[in-house]
């Protein structure tokens, strides 16, 4: 049985994507030399979304079958296809997916139709049962190694974010490690210097001290999840302890979610000063699952369009 087995957990699914959108055809994208490298960056980046991780969950394939573009995923853990299942069936994948598909082909909306198979599973149909769904995608072991145009791909986007730390006068160095490192969390109670600088998604960043610009857009995107980042932080920051983040909630409640987020981040600002650098609020942001809005705070959303 699954929860018996002495060997890594590991399955397989298919999703399925078509835009429903007649001037923007995914597979035609897809089969583009010069816009296929925008679509891989935009799958990459919502399925880490999904999962909270780089690596939550492989693309092992990508099949053009006009007017579908079908990804085959492998999921090497079950916690991070349990997260995935839980963003599809919320919708948050598909926003995800449109919102990164905008940025990377540079254009408006891509309104977007979700599928999701396990073998001849239709799992859209199971997803209040997520249990039954996970079974069906152990069932289906995966067929095959990721494919080699996957590798190239993956390479690709790599050596992008390279070009572009180099670009940016960053140090470019120690980028051999072929996964994407995450970030360290802080030690708590530690009383050392922060870092000078830090790494999202393979790309090094200077660890500068958060600003008031990197506040408002906090309040502004992190909607419902503001209660999670504050508990990520709480682990090195004694000033949103319990019960602070609930009096927050309860102090703030008229004034709605930002005023909340704003408050929330502001405590942990004046708490800590110089500490309250950008890398602690990005570690905070990837526990949680908002790779996006972490983007936007490094600005990785407006330097990296594709053309």
Known sequence: KMAGSPTPWIGSAYLF???????????????????????????KLALADSTGSVNGVDMLKVHCSHPHLIVQLRFCRRENCRRFLRSYR????????????????????????????AGSEHLDKMLKDE????????REKPDRLPDEEIMELEEHLKSLVLHQSTNNNVAGK???SPKYPSLPCPPQGSSLPPQVTFIFQGQQFD??????????????????????????????????????IDNLALEYDREGLYEQAYQMLLRFIQSEGKKATIARLITALEENGLISLAEELLGLHSNEDCS
């Open 17 to 43: 994507l078509q835009s429903t959108c007649k001037t923007i055809v995914l597979p035609s994208l897809y089969e583009s030399s010069q816009k296929k490298p925008c679509v891989f960056k935009a799958l």
């Open 131 to 138: 249990d039954h769904c996970l079974e069906c995608i152990y």
């Open 207 to 244: 660890n500068r001290t958060i600003t008031p610009d990197d506040h408002q857009k906090f309040a502004k995107s992190v909607s419902k999840k503001w209660k999670q980042v504050g508990r990520s932080l709480q682990k090195s920051c004694r000033a949103l302890r319990d019960p602070a």
């Open 174 to 176: 120690d980028f051999s």
């Open 90 to 117: 919320e919708g948050a994948l598909q926003k995800s997916l449109q919102s990164h598909l905008q940025l990377s082909l540079a254009t408006t909306t891509v309104p977007l139709e979700v599928e999701l198979k």
